[in-house]
């Protein structure tokens, strides 16, 4: 029995056949498979663990057909996993399962994944209605990155108006923002999601620039005052 593909949630596990008809695998979460199938049954079988047939003790059936691998979802994180892989000949009523030496492994599942890790926001290059933002990656959460930018509103903790930057790595990135209102104090923070959700970077602000004055005229116009 070997496994792949481990995650927080699922698994792949891979046996080799014997001569038989097809396989029944059992899964146990913290203790090793004890429960025996019974010859003359066709027990219930489920890939979503906890799903399938319980043969007594929280002992699940997760497979039960012709073939040599399984997907076994719904798993508890960092929880080890016992598996025991029985032969069967025959099907119905008269179904034989090989119950004396089943091929056996165990395997822990991974960490849950959480989401990323931002620090240090930054902001330059401010003009009256853009400004470059920006912020680092620190760590990805145990998962992948799929998406990093921006967000900034007129309030604190902003979550909105954002804008992806491109890059799915850790690390610093900073981009462009526009559409920003002028002589108005922005809040900005970086984000970046993963399959656990979307971490952001601590708040910061500024104030974006003030429009230039405008159509300077004069009138009433003495000696020593004008308007």
Known sequence: VSFTNVGADTMDIRWSCGAGTGALVVVRAASA?????????????????????????QQYVVYRAIGTNVTVTS???????????????GTGSVVNYQQDIPATGSQATAVAAAVP???????????????????????????TITARGTVWGTSPLPT?????????????FSHV??????????????????????????????????????????????SNRMK
């Open 177 to 222: 923002h526009t559409g920003l209102s002028s002589a108005t104090r922005t809040y900005v923070r970086g984000y970046a999601v993963n399959a656990a959700g979307t971490g952001y970077s601590p708040d910061a602000s500024f104030w974006t620039e003030p429009t230039a004055a405008s159509s300077l005229t004069f009138s009433s116009i003495y």
């Open 160 to 172: 909105g108006n954002a804008l992806a930057e491109g890059g799915t790595a850790t690390g610093t």
């Open 33 to 57: 498979v004890a429960a025996l199938p019974t010859d003359g049954s066709n027990h219930t079988a489920n890939s979503a663990f906890g799903s399938g047939e319980n043969l007594g003790s």
């Open 117 to 143: 890790t931002l620090t240090n926001t930054t902001f330059s290059g401010i003009g009256s209605t853009s400004a470059t933002m920006g912020a680092r990656i620190t760590t990805n959460g145990g998962a």
């Open 75 to 89: 798993l508890a994180a960092t929880t080890t996993y016992f598996v025991a892989v029985y032969t069967y000949a």
